[in-house]
């Protein structure tokens, strides 16, 4: 079992910037890949950008090439969403994931969860 906590969500005018991190525990050793997808009102969740635990390699969802990166820190667990020039389309319950197919499966390549941390940018 993987336990996936996230945090720093919150408000932000769109132009503004936000990072949100994820916090890793337990059977860490298992992770290979993790990511975040969003889910707002009344839509279908989604991937928004993801990141191999050992090489750093990342893949992004076009609509938030070049405004969002992802980072992590392996030593403390933990990955970070840094998320720059927000729209408000980027609002959103952001969750943090971790599964093994992630890259090519998105959203079926998850194998655990966190909770999800709300990001709204107002216009």
């Known amino acids: 079992q993987v336990q996936l906590v996230e945090s720093g969500g919150g408000l932000v005018q769109a132009g503004g910037s936000l990072r949100i991190s994820c916090a890793a525990s337990g059977r860490t050793v298992s992770m290979t890949t993790m990511g975040w997808f969003r889910q707002a009102p009344g839509k279908e969740r989604e991937f928004v950008t993801a990141i191999t635990w050992s090489a750093g390699n990342t893949r992004y969802a076009d609509s938030v090439k070049g405004r969002f990166t992802i980072s992590r820190d392996s030593a403390a667990n933990t990955v970070y969403l840094q998320m720059n020039s927000l729209k408000p389309e980027d609002t959103a319950v952001y969750y943090c994931?971790?599964?093994?197919?992630?890259?090519?499966?998105?959203?079926?390549?998850?194998?655990?969860w966190g909770q999800g941390t709300q990001v709204t940018v107002s216009s």
């Open positions: 994931a971790t599964g093994s197919t992630i890259f090519s499966r998105g959203l079926r390549g998850v194998d655990y």
